[in-house]
Protein backbone atom coordinates (compact mmCIF):
# COMPACT_ATOMS: atom_id res chain seq x y z
CA UNK A 1 0.00 0.00 0.00
CA UNK A 2 0.82 3.78 -0.75
CA UNK A 3 1.65 5.74 1.88
CA UNK A 4 -1.37 7.70 3.81
CA UNK A 5 -2.42 10.76 3.43
CA UNK A 6 -4.72 13.07 4.38
CA UNK A 7 -6.82 16.31 4.12
CA UNK A 8 -5.61 19.53 5.22
CA UNK A 9 -7.42 23.05 4.85
CA UNK A 10 -5.77 25.46 2.26
CA UNK A 11 -6.32 28.91 2.97
CA UNK A 12 -6.49 30.18 -0.73
CA UNK A 13 -9.23 28.59 -3.00
CA UNK A 14 -8.66 27.53 -6.36
CA UNK A 15 -10.45 28.72 -9.64
CA UNK A 16 -10.30 26.74 -13.34
CA UNK A 17 -10.16 28.76 -16.65
CA UNK A 18 -14.03 28.33 -16.71
CA UNK A 19 -14.80 30.23 -13.49
CA UNK A 20 -15.99 27.26 -11.75
CA UNK A 21 -14.07 25.28 -8.84
CA UNK A 22 -12.65 22.03 -8.87
CA UNK A 23 -13.87 19.47 -6.30
CA UNK A 24 -10.59 19.50 -4.44
CA UNK A 25 -10.00 22.94 -4.28
CA UNK A 26 -8.66 24.01 -1.15
CA UNK A 27 -8.21 21.36 -0.32
CA UNK A 28 -4.28 20.27 0.00
CA UNK A 29 -2.92 16.98 0.84
CA UNK A 30 -0.27 15.99 2.68
CA UNK A 31 1.94 13.11 4.92
CA UNK A 32 0.81 13.48 8.52
CA UNK A 33 3.16 15.48 10.71
CA UNK A 34 5.43 13.77 12.91
CA UNK A 35 5.13 14.28 16.80
CA UNK A 36 7.80 16.50 17.85
CA UNK A 37 8.76 13.67 20.06
CA UNK A 38 9.46 11.52 17.65
CA UNK A 39 13.08 13.02 16.36
CA UNK A 40 14.06 13.13 19.80
CA UNK A 41 13.26 9.44 20.51
CA UNK A 42 16.91 7.79 19.91
CA UNK A 43 18.64 10.36 21.72
CA UNK A 44 16.07 9.96 24.69
CA UNK A 45 16.91 6.07 24.52
CA UNK A 46 20.58 6.79 24.65
CA UNK A 47 20.13 8.71 27.74
CA UNK A 48 18.36 6.06 29.71
CA UNK A 49 20.65 2.89 28.43
CA UNK A 50 23.18 5.38 29.58
CA UNK A 51 22.24 6.00 33.05
CA UNK A 52 21.12 2.55 33.39
CA UNK A 53 24.70 2.00 32.26
CA UNK A 54 26.02 4.32 35.13
CA UNK A 55 23.94 2.78 37.41
CA UNK A 56 25.24 -0.56 37.41
CA UNK A 57 28.60 0.53 37.13
CA UNK A 58 28.26 2.05 40.21
CA UNK A 59 27.07 -0.58 41.97
CA UNK A 60 29.62 -2.90 40.59
CA UNK A 61 32.73 -0.52 42.05
CA UNK A 62 30.82 -0.28 45.29
CA UNK A 63 30.54 -3.71 45.78
CA UNK A 64 32.76 -5.77 48.10
CA UNK A 65 35.05 -7.82 46.40
CA UNK A 66 35.67 -11.56 47.99
CA UNK A 67 38.95 -10.30 49.89
CA UNK A 68 36.67 -7.44 50.92
CA UNK A 69 34.41 -9.83 52.81
CA UNK A 70 35.89 -10.01 56.37
CA UNK A 71 34.99 -13.38 58.48
CA UNK A 72 33.52 -12.44 61.73
CA UNK A 73 35.25 -12.78 64.83
CA UNK A 74 35.04 -11.14 68.45
CA UNK A 75 38.80 -10.22 68.16
CA UNK A 76 37.97 -8.06 65.23
CA UNK A 77 37.78 -5.08 67.11
CA UNK A 78 41.37 -5.30 67.89
CA UNK A 79 42.96 -5.61 64.52
CA UNK A 80 44.68 -2.92 63.09
CA UNK A 81 47.12 -2.19 60.22
CA UNK A 82 50.46 -0.85 61.07
CA UNK A 83 50.97 -0.04 57.66
CA UNK A 84 54.31 -1.25 55.72
CA UNK A 85 56.67 -3.16 57.25
CA UNK A 86 60.27 -4.27 56.02
CA UNK A 87 61.09 -7.44 57.06
CA UNK A 88 64.74 -8.52 58.67
CA UNK A 89 65.48 -11.50 56.31
CA UNK A 90 69.22 -11.99 56.72
CA UNK A 91 70.43 -15.39 57.40
CA UNK A 92 72.36 -14.05 60.14
CA UNK A 93 70.04 -11.31 61.50
CA UNK A 94 69.03 -11.52 65.27
CA UNK A 95 66.32 -11.61 67.10
CA UNK A 96 65.17 -12.12 70.22
CA UNK A 97 62.78 -15.45 68.69
CA UNK A 98 66.42 -16.55 67.26
CA UNK A 99 68.93 -18.52 68.76
CA UNK A 100 70.18 -21.59 70.77
CA UNK A 101 68.40 -22.68 73.58
CA UNK A 102 68.58 -20.41 76.76
CA UNK A 103 65.70 -19.23 79.08
CA UNK A 104 65.96 -15.70 77.57
CA UNK A 105 64.66 -17.65 74.05
CA UNK A 106 61.90 -19.53 75.75
CA UNK A 107 60.70 -16.80 77.68
CA UNK A 108 60.24 -14.95 74.46
CA UNK A 109 58.43 -17.54 72.79
CA UNK A 110 56.13 -18.38 75.62
CA UNK A 111 55.12 -14.62 76.06
CA UNK A 112 53.46 -15.20 72.63
CA UNK A 113 52.66 -18.85 72.22
CA UNK A 114 52.47 -20.55 75.43
CA UNK A 115 49.28 -21.56 76.75
CA UNK A 116 45.61 -21.24 74.42
CA UNK A 117 44.40 -18.14 76.11
CA UNK A 118 40.82 -19.29 76.33
CA UNK A 119 38.61 -16.56 75.82
CA UNK A 120 34.75 -16.62 75.84
CA UNK A 121 31.84 -16.52 72.91
CA UNK A 122 28.53 -15.97 73.26
CA UNK A 123 26.01 -18.04 70.86
CA UNK A 124 24.96 -14.98 68.43
CA UNK A 125 28.97 -14.40 68.13
CA UNK A 126 29.65 -18.69 67.39
CA UNK A 127 26.76 -18.08 64.41
CA UNK A 128 28.12 -15.05 62.98
CA UNK A 129 31.30 -17.21 63.06
CA UNK A 130 29.38 -19.32 60.13
CA UNK A 131 30.01 -22.39 62.77
CA UNK A 132 26.77 -24.12 64.22
CA UNK A 133 26.30 -25.24 67.85
CA UNK A 134 27.16 -28.47 69.26
CA UNK A 135 26.59 -30.56 72.18
CA UNK A 136 30.26 -31.58 71.55
CA UNK A 137 31.13 -27.79 71.93
CA UNK A 138 32.79 -27.03 75.22
CA UNK A 139 31.06 -24.27 77.32
CA UNK A 140 31.76 -22.58 80.52
CA UNK A 141 30.00 -23.35 83.78
CA UNK A 142 27.18 -20.72 84.69
CA UNK A 143 29.29 -19.94 87.86
CA UNK A 144 32.03 -18.96 85.60
CA UNK A 145 29.82 -16.75 83.20
CA UNK A 146 29.14 -19.72 80.46
CA UNK A 147 29.77 -19.03 77.18
CA UNK A 148 31.73 -21.30 74.62
CA UNK A 149 35.25 -22.34 74.95
CA UNK A 150 37.54 -20.67 72.28
CA UNK A 151 40.94 -19.39 70.93
CA UNK A 152 42.52 -17.24 68.61
CA UNK A 153 44.13 -18.85 65.64
CA UNK A 154 47.19 -17.04 65.93
CA UNK A 155 48.08 -18.09 69.13
CA UNK A 156 47.41 -21.51 68.07
CA UNK A 157 49.72 -20.90 64.75
CA UNK A 158 52.66 -19.33 66.96
CA UNK A 159 52.31 -22.37 69.29
CA UNK A 160 53.22 -24.89 66.21
CA UNK A 161 56.07 -22.57 65.29
CA UNK A 162 57.46 -22.85 68.26
CA UNK A 163 57.31 -26.71 68.92
CA UNK A 164 59.23 -26.74 65.30
CA UNK A 165 61.50 -24.75 66.71
CA UNK A 166 61.71 -26.77 69.56
CA UNK A 167 61.95 -29.99 67.57
CA UNK A 168 64.91 -28.37 65.43
CA UNK A 169 66.88 -28.78 68.71
CA UNK A 170 66.64 -32.81 69.05
CA UNK A 171 67.10 -33.81 72.44
CA UNK A 172 67.52 -30.53 74.13
CA UNK A 173 63.45 -29.88 74.98
CA UNK A 174 63.38 -33.77 75.44
CA UNK A 175 65.85 -33.63 78.37
CA UNK A 176 63.62 -30.80 80.08
CA UNK A 177 60.68 -32.40 79.51
CA UNK A 178 58.94 -30.47 77.41
CA UNK A 179 57.64 -32.20 74.23
CA UNK A 180 55.27 -35.05 74.18
CA UNK A 181 56.52 -38.54 75.91
CA UNK A 182 55.43 -40.55 73.59
CA UNK A 183 57.05 -40.56 70.19
CA UNK A 184 54.50 -41.63 67.87
CA UNK A 185 52.59 -38.81 69.90
CA UNK A 186 55.34 -35.92 69.20
CA UNK A 187 55.19 -37.09 65.46
CA UNK A 188 51.88 -36.34 64.59
CA UNK A 189 51.75 -33.17 66.64
CA UNK A 190 54.27 -32.21 64.32
CA UNK A 191 53.08 -33.22 61.30
CA UNK A 192 49.78 -31.39 62.09
CA UNK A 193 51.63 -28.36 62.95
CA UNK A 194 53.44 -28.70 59.67
CA UNK A 195 50.20 -29.03 57.93
CA UNK A 196 48.20 -26.31 59.39
CA UNK A 197 51.40 -23.76 58.46
CA UNK A 198 51.02 -25.31 55.27
CA UNK A 199 47.48 -24.60 54.86
CA UNK A 200 47.56 -20.75 56.51
CA UNK A 201 50.53 -19.90 54.05
CA UNK A 202 48.37 -21.00 50.70
CA UNK A 203 45.44 -19.47 51.95
CA UNK A 204 47.27 -16.43 52.58
CA UNK A 205 48.73 -16.43 49.10
CA UNK A 206 51.14 -13.60 49.91
CA UNK A 207 52.08 -12.01 46.70
CA UNK A 208 55.38 -10.40 47.85
CA UNK A 209 58.21 -9.68 45.61
CA UNK A 210 61.46 -10.95 46.53
CA UNK A 211 64.32 -10.07 44.02
CA UNK A 212 67.88 -11.88 43.71
CA UNK A 213 71.36 -10.93 44.04
CA UNK A 214 74.20 -11.67 42.65
CA UNK A 215 76.69 -12.33 45.70
CA UNK A 216 80.48 -13.17 45.58
CA UNK A 217 80.76 -16.70 46.56
CA UNK A 218 77.97 -17.66 45.30
CA UNK A 219 77.13 -19.69 41.73
CA UNK A 220 73.29 -18.42 41.71
CA UNK A 221 71.49 -15.45 42.22
CA UNK A 222 71.03 -14.98 46.06
CA UNK A 223 67.12 -14.12 46.96
CA UNK A 224 67.00 -10.55 49.37
CA UNK A 225 64.06 -11.53 52.06
CA UNK A 226 64.24 -8.40 53.17
CA UNK A 227 61.04 -7.24 51.97
CA UNK A 228 58.32 -4.55 52.58
CA UNK A 229 54.97 -6.38 53.87
CA UNK A 230 51.17 -4.77 55.18
CA UNK A 231 51.55 -6.04 58.93
CA UNK A 232 48.95 -5.78 61.75
CA UNK A 233 49.42 -4.91 65.13
CA UNK A 234 50.57 -8.36 66.22
CA UNK A 235 50.41 -6.66 70.49
CA UNK A 236 47.50 -5.17 70.08
CA UNK A 237 45.42 -8.64 69.16
CA UNK A 238 47.78 -10.28 72.20
CA UNK A 239 46.51 -7.32 74.39
CA UNK A 240 42.66 -8.42 73.57
CA UNK A 241 42.93 -11.56 74.06
CA UNK A 242 44.74 -11.19 77.73
CA UNK A 243 41.89 -8.70 78.15
CA UNK A 244 39.49 -11.13 77.48
CA UNK A 245 41.06 -14.63 79.02
CA UNK A 246 38.90 -16.42 81.19
CA UNK A 247 40.22 -18.32 83.74
CA UNK A 248 38.93 -21.63 84.90
CA UNK A 249 40.67 -24.13 87.35
CA UNK A 250 40.88 -27.23 84.92
CA UNK A 251 39.00 -29.26 87.73
CA UNK A 252 36.04 -26.98 87.28
CA UNK A 253 36.51 -26.99 83.61
CA UNK A 254 34.19 -30.21 83.11
CA UNK A 255 31.25 -31.44 80.87
CA UNK A 256 28.17 -29.98 81.21
CA UNK A 257 24.74 -32.46 81.44
CA UNK A 258 23.93 -32.19 77.99
CA UNK A 259 27.42 -32.15 76.56
CA UNK A 260 28.35 -35.35 74.55
CA UNK A 261 31.60 -36.86 73.26
CA UNK A 262 32.55 -36.74 69.85
CA UNK A 263 33.96 -40.65 68.47
CA UNK A 264 37.70 -38.78 67.62
CA UNK A 265 38.91 -35.45 67.23
CA UNK A 266 37.61 -33.20 64.57
Same mark, same amino acid.
Given at each position: MGEEYYSQYSPFDVVDNDGTKPLDSGIATSPPPRSRFLHLWPW??????? /?????????????? /???????????? %??? %??? @??VKFNGSF @??????? @??? /?? %??????????????????????????? %??? /?PAMARYPDEYGGGYMATVEVTHQLRCLDMLRRASWGDHYYDHGNMHKSPEGFRTYLDHCIDMLRQFTMCTGDVTMITHDWVEGKKSPFPDFNVHHQCRNFEKVLNWVDEHRVFVPQSEMVRLDDNVNLTSPP
Open positions: LSHGVLM /SITLVFFTLWVQAP /SIDDVVLFSPAN %EAV %ESI @GI @GATSIYR @GSP /SP %ELDAAWDRISFNARPIRMTLEQLLRTR %EKP /S
